[in-house]
């Protein structure tokens, strides 16, 4: 049940937001195995003079995600993965031809499972009823 906030900076696409919240919902799926079905994207695009980079407005496409997963649900390698394809696509859809921002960020924050969940229960309460179950 990830959620992944976006930040955006730049000249974009009316549409943009919508391609990129499906893809960055298939790299969760597909990088770090979480589930489409809740998988939450919130995209927000910041007006021309909100995002400065070195204290100065900043003039280039530029993008902030940052991903919440359950602590310990995934490897190092799985997190570089994602990283790594996240900052791709971003890059690919925002600065395809052009300038790009090297203070482009995707972060991947863990919390505990006790911390969070959806649907009116955490992740740890999750985690106990499937461990309850597999034993009887």
Do not use: C
């Given at each position: 049940m990830p959620?992944l906030?976006l930040?955006?900076?730049?000249?974009?696409d009316?549409?943009?937001p919508?391609?990129?919240a499906?893809?960055l919902t298939?790299?969760?799926?597909?990088?770090?195995g979480k589930?489409q079905?809740?998988?939450?994207?919130m995209?927000?695009?910041?007006?021309q003079g909100r995002?400065f980079?070195g204290?100065?407005?900043?003039?280039q496409?530029?993008a902030w995600?940052?991903?919440?997963?359950?602590?310990g649900?995934?490897?190092?390698?799985?997190?570089?993965?994602?990283?790594?394809?996240?900052?791709a696509t971003?890059r690919?859809?925002l600065a395809?031809?052009?300038?790009?921002s090297?203070?482009?960020?995707v972060i991947v924050?863990?919390l505990?499972?006790?911390d969070?969940g959806y649907a009116?229960?955490t992740?740890?309460?999750r985690?106990?009823a499937?461990?309850?179950?597999s034993?009887?």
């Open positions: 959620t906030q930040k955006l900076a730049g000249p974009l009316e549409a943009l919508a391609v990129l499906e893809e298939r790299l969760s799926t597909e990088q770090l589930r079905d809740v998988t939450a994207v995209v927000e695009i910041l007006p995002w980079i204290g100065r407005p900043n003039t496409p530029t995600l940052e991903i919440s997963i359950t602590a649900t995934n490897t190092e390698m799985q997190k570089a993965a994602f990283v790594e394809a996240a900052h971003l690919r859809h395809e031809g052009q300038g790009w090297e203070a482009s960020y924050r863990e505990p499972a006790t969070w009116g229960r992740q740890r309460a985690q106990q499937r461990d309850v179950a034993v009887l």
